[in-house]
């Protein structure tokens, strides 16, 4: 039944007592297939969504934009794209999971973290639930990349997965014997808020203090090793302003500048995935986001954990993500146990 984002049909959400005013649970259809799992994963941007069959094949899969900006709009852009998958796989009751980026808070039960920030403060958990009358389980956006690469992925069959999202910031997850690991903050895997280790105190390399980052910090992982910050910390470097995709293909061609910011990006990210192994000492190390395109990432990278891991001998793997950009809506899924 078709659920219009424009109108405005949560009027009532103050408290635990919510009134669904103007709005129509989503109607239920003729087949139940409880081994279908639809996994979301709200980003900033888009909603990209799948039906997934408990042996991990895809059935269904949607995309749409995010309403920015609007929470309303965002819980029925959501409710609709249940409706539309669940037709498309002849099914009703399917699971439902969702990546967001932030967490829910342990305390509240509420979204924190997030930088879409109309979601901050809100039980998106609970009011989804409330509407699509069944519980709905919710996960940081990093942490359904790792569930999904550890699943079925990249890092499928180790018993110890950190799954690192290089992109417009940087995030990571903890998997642990198929478990994922959430801390009692919420906050296991924040990896990229971290200082960047063993800064180089060089003149002209910008790594003390470091920049300033959203949190409030400075000098985090994420201003060096996000999209963004690789593009910035070059452009301090060498006064061009490019992408990071121009910085990469021109290192490449032999361009002496590019080749120095990718050179140091690649010591940069050895350094932070280093101090990782030194405290979790995980088996497999799988990298996604835009960044993880680099294929000298994968290669360069592990020549310099010498330099910095406290180990005579390094086992732990590192690899490019297996799902890529399905990776996150993967895990999204893989949030329900197979039934």
């Not at 094949?57 to 995309?63: D, I, L, M, S």
């Not at 900006?69 to 029925?76: K, P």
């Not at 699943?151 to 690192?164: C, E, K, R, S």
């Not at 000298?296 to 180990?311: A, C, D, G, K, N």
Request: glycine content about 14%; hydrophobic content about 40%.
């Amino acid at each position: 039944m078709p659920i219009s984002p424009k109108r405005s049909i949560w009027p009532g959400l103050r408290g635990r007592n919510r009134h669904w005013k103007g709005a129509e649970r989503p109607m239920a259809h003729s087949r139940s297939s409880p081994g279908i799992r639809i996994g979301i994963d709200l980003g900033g941007t888009k909603i990209a969504a799948v039906a997934m069959r408990n042996d991990g094949t895809v059935c269904a899969e949607q995309r749409i934009r995010t309403p920015r900006g609007d929470y309303s709009a965002t819980l029925a852009a959501i409710a609709q794209i249940v409706v539309s998958l669940e037709k498309a796989a002849n099914c009703s009751g399917a699971t439902v999971g969702i990546g967001v980026p932030g967490a829910v808070s342990a305390r509240t039960g509420t979204i924190k973290n997030a930088n879409s920030e109309w979601l901050n403060g809100r039980d998106l958990r609970g009011d989804l639930g409330h509407f699509l009358d069944r519980p709905v389980r919710t996960a940081n956006d990093a942490d359904c990349f790792a569930i999904s690469e550890a699943q079925d992925g990249a890092g499928a069959g180790a018993a110890t997965v950190f799954g690192i999202i290089l992109g417009t910031g940087c995030g990571g997850g903890i998997v642990i014997d198929g478990k994922l690991l959430t801390g009692p903050n919420a906050i296991a895997g924040e990896w990229g808020h971290n200082p960047l280790p063993w800064p180089d105190v060089a003149a002209g390399t910008a790594e003390l203090p470091g920049p300033d980052c959203y949190c409030g910090k400075t000098g985090c992982i994420e201003t060096f090793l996000s999209g963004p910050g690789f593009a910035a910390r070059h452009k301090e470097q060498s006064g061009q302003s490019l992408t990071p995709e121009q910085i990469v293909a021109q290192a490449r061609q032999g361009n002496a500048d590019c080749g120095d910011s990718l050179g140091r990006y690649i010591d940069r990210l050895a350094r932070a995935t280093a101090s990782v192994i030194n405290i979790l000492d995980p088996h497999c190390i799988v990298l996604g986001g835009g960044m993880s395109n680099i294929a000298e990432l994968v290669t360069e990278v592990p020549r310099l954990w010498p330099r910095y891991v406290f180990s005579d001998r390094i086992d732990t793997v590192l690899s490019a993500a297996r799902h890529g950009d399905a990776s996150g809506v993967r895990g999204a899924a893989w949030l329900w146990p197979a039934s």
